[in-house]
């Protein structure tokens, strides 16, 4: 058994933006807004653990918001847990159970979660003024609070709503000690003795994943995976996950190919605390069979402008998936202007106003006829993404969610 709390390196997704990078997307006023919180926690000290720092959503976010968080005048850390296999396979079950799957959790399990958290524990320190915890896999580190640091926190990104109610009991010996928890949707909150604060994750317009692309690159990554730049192009961007569905997503192409000309991609690699990734892969390749317009593609983590050249180069973005925390590729599709056909699960229908910012979908038929219709009303496909692009400027932003931190470490501090 491996143990220790890690520091990520720095992996982060292209240059480091510093604030002011962001007047051009957000304006000088939203800006100026977020210095003037800062100031008021300026020298405070944060730390964010969470149990990846590559793959996922998660990552994705931390890699960007806590460069940020330090760049406006906090001095923030980024621990990341660390466990074997086992391990993980087990908070993937609990994982998957907390997205209402059956689970007959074993006893074992319990105690292989409490035993990792121990080593996890006598390996870090945490003396930071606020500690946020990422999602089910470090939430026993609660144990580590005393009299300082004052405020701890529990992010929870999945969707909780119906949980497995033998893994949410077990949780439950540890969330209430934190001073909040912090859920993607409304649906996600739960009956709890403490505050529970709606935040919305987000994407950063100026990551390598999101910022403009040439359209030479977009051209050359088509051509580098063998995709038909004149056909339309579907996509799903996903972790092999069975929740996201691929298999899903090949049947509801194969329908709709019968009736539109279209290819498509399924791109994904994995996350080094999912073990499921190997098995839905071979799954998601069983299905595909040996169509050539089926390209199944497995990237490695420093794959972000790919993702970017291959999401923009769609003509549609699907998402097919039957649980979802937020679906931050749904987000990714949207402020790139892309017509996005999502299953309405977890926090989709958040991002996805049916048929104001996309189509929702609620099965392989559903998805497919979605798919027929956008193809074939190109014009409305384009009023969708742009309608999009608006709504996740005006709501999921990375400025709008270290603005959100900043008013919750104030309020915690009483200083709000
Ligand atoms: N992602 C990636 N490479 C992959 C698959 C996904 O970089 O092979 C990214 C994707 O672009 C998005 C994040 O990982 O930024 C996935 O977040 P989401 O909320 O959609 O799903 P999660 O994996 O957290 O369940």
Redesign the pocket.
Known sequence: MASSLTTPAAST?GKVASLEDYFSVVGPSEVGEIRALANRLAGRSVKMVNSTA????????LNRLVPLLSDVGLSCEWGVITGGNDFFEVTKAFHNALHGAPYDAPSQAFELFLSYSEQNLRHHSFDADFVVIHDPQPVALIKARNSRPPHWVWRC??DVSNPNPLVWDFLMQFVPRYDAVLVSSPNFTRPLPISQYLFF?C?DPLSQ?NQELEADFIRKTLERFSIDPKRPILTQ?????R??DPVGVIQAYKLARKYKDCQLVL?????AD?PEGGQVLSEAREAAGDDPDIHI?????W??LE?NAL?RASTIVV?K?LR?????????ALWKKKPVVASAVGGIPLQVIHKLTGVLAHSVEGTAYQIRFLLSNPSIAERLGENGHEHVRENFLITSNLKRYLLLFLTLSGGA
């Open positions: 997704p590559v793959g996922g959503g998660v990552a994705e976010i990104h999945i994750p994407i994943k961007v996903s972790r092999f996950d929740l996201k791109a994904g690699g994995g996350a999912d593609l497995e990237l490695p983590p794959s972000a993702i999401q998402q998936s979802e925390g937020f679906g931050l590729t749904v987000t990714e």
